[in-house]
């Protein structure tokens, strides 16, 4: 073959070679503003849903019926009434047909002290604000016509988020839970802030104070997603 034959076919693989790396960056970006639009149909969220689906080339996963990774953040999510803001998820192994699962799943989000006040003082039926103090979670309000102050402690209980009052001080004298009237001391015992909503796979893992509330973390194997939001094709 002559100079200008192999010049000649050298040219022809590096444009079908870029042709190919153009398709797969386009369809892989169609993909991210699909699963973005899915996100805001089915979720009632607060700003525009970011999205980066891994892994490279992105058409041999798509043909191959599973995406390495998908990860995305939104500003905020309404869950079954509860305000959550900075929500994260990082999914592996997306598959790209029907039943529409993730391999496994970490979605993130942080329950405002708005949000976590509105519960708490539904559940106690008290006139309390909720806030943060350094690395504490915090209540104060009154009870009995005097000055209420304690520490909110969250946890995960069984894919339950609960949140324990201890360090309750009441006029400026430090009781017990247990030694309020029983009314009252009920009201305060792991009162539950329900987090409703997630995909079937998920369940609550983790719950830790943060600036401005509590950041939940969910885990899931073989997570199910609705399928009127397909993550990808």
Do not use: C, K, W
Request: proline share 5%.
């Amino acid at each position: 073959m002559s100079g200008r034959g192999v010049a000649g076919g050298i040219v022809v693989v590096v444009v079908l070679a870029a042709g190919v790396l153009v398709a797969d960056r386009v369809t892989h970006s169609t993909a991210e503003r699909r699963v973005a639009e899915a996100i805001e149909q089915n979720l009632d969220v607060v700003g525009t849903p970011t999205v980066d689906i891994g892994g490279f080339p992105f058409l041999t996963q798509l043909l191959a019926g599973s995406v390495d990774e998908v990860t995305g953040a939104v500003d905020g999510v309404t869950l079954e009434g509860i305000d959550a803001t900075d929500v994260t998820i990082d999914a592996q192994d997306v598959t790209t047909s029907e039943p529409y699962t993730l391999g496994t799943a970490t979605i993130a989000a942080t329950l405002p002290t708005a949000s976590i006040e509105q519960i708490v003082a539904d559940r106690s039926q008290l006139d309390i604000a909720v806030a943060v103090d350094g690395q504490a979670l915090t209540a104060s309000g009154t009870v009995l016509g005097l000055e209420l102050a304690s520490n909110l402690v969250p946890r995960v209980e069984d894919g339950r988020l609960l949140v324990t009052v201890e360090n309750v001080q009441i006029a400026g004298l430090t009781v017990s839970v247990d030694d309020l009237p029983r009314a009252i001391g009920s009201r305060l015992t792991d009162i539950e802030i329900p987090v409703s909503g997630l995909p079937e796979g998920l369940v609550l893992s983790d719950a830790t104070v943060v600036a401005d509330g509590v950041r939940i973390t969910a885990n899931g194997t073989d997570v199910v997603l609705p399928t009127e939001a397909p993550p990808a094709g």
